[in-house]
């Protein structure tokens, strides 16, 4: 296992990114869950302010791949106020381990991969070395409440 | 971690519910794997004598949310069927970890979040505040069978 | 747990199969990593050379039931090879743990079963009893680079 370089919550800092609040659970699920020296996030979405920013479909005309790309970002800093809700500081993550990315598609759009890299990035410019994980970048026919992505997440921690 | 409040088992009584038969494997697959002190669980359907009994997608004039989310709560109903069989008593779940829903869904459907809280409601009624879990709601195109939802699940024992 | 009945990557050449190489990551994640005792893999595509071999979606007349099979035994291939890659040797697989298995499919294709079934049959012919696992069949609606399949692995090692 590698060493972290820097603090992730001051890497981010220095990217010009904020937390996003975490979203309330509203039901019987809840954002994140410790077992042994796992921890296991729900889906995902690309939220701010309670409401999801990003949503229908890739392949539609107004969601480019950039736009994709900046929704899997947020998703992904979701996750991140989530986990650090739950430990205290992110540097407490020992390592990112995996990335389960949907990505809602229309007929015939097969980029998922590219879509997926805007959590893959961040997390890799937060964590250093400890951000890379293994992924899978699926095309899903629909995501609740309508969202570009929904992404979930396992950390190593302790 | 808390304490179970109550014999998940009698909880079920009481809700009137009981467990159906656990299907034969019939591939090389199995119903149930324990690694460490994770229960992991193959995908689910909602299953009774053997038969899926719900099919179709969500979105369809036949499937309203009510019977998609009983629908998921007969897949839970078959899970917890396989982790009896496995463990011998469900009061050795120490805790449900993660709820993944597929819910089979036409265009335009995005209400999967009240689909498998069927799933959610269930195991909090069963297990109380040990079956709190993190989970992801996800609209799928097609499932084995046309089965309506297909629900994977990871428990925490010993 | 059952011991090894055969060291299996014996086991694999008996059977005429080699494996593939590994692709080169070309991205933030990488194809395996290692957590406690669990190996997990990122979602594997049916490659040969670089290149996706089996495309398009199940239910299209020219991806008959034995075509999904054969990608579904590829892609495993590509995930034993990143296996053997991380590891040194496929004996340091103790079990397969679960296989999670996205079937690209057309609407109305509901045998994803049997396209998953070229993953399962592999693994139990290569590790024995130790190959059984836990399993999900799913009909996606996409998958990246248009691949006829996308199967993620957990293994248990040492």
Chains 1, 2, 3 share one sequence.
Not at 66 to 95: D, P, Q
Not at 104 to 109: E, K, R
């Amino acid at each position: 296992m590698l060493e972290l370089e820097k603090d992730p919550e001051a890497k981010l800092k220095e990217m010009g990114l904020s937390l996003p609040e975490v979203p309330k659970p509203v039901a019987s699920y809840i954002p994140t869950l410790i077992v042994s020296n796992f921890l296991y996030t729900s889906g995902t979405l690309p939220m701010e302010n309670g409401k999801v920013v990003y949503t229908g479909k890739m392949g539609e005309k107004n969601n480019v791949i950039e736009t994709g790309y900046e929704a899997s970002k947020l998703a992904t800093l979701n996750s991140l106020s989530a986990v650090k809700n739950a430990l205290g500081s992110l540097s407490k993550v020992k390592r990112v381990v995996k990335v389960t990315g949907f990505v809602n598609s229309s007929a015939g759009f097969t980029d998922q991969s590219k879509v997926i890299n805007g959590a893959s990035d961040l997390l890799v410019s937060v964590f250093g070395e400890n951000g890379k994980h293994v992924r899978s970048a699926l095309g899903i026919a629909e995501l609740p409440l309508n969202a570009l992505v929904e992404i979930e997440f396992i950390y190593q921690i302790g």
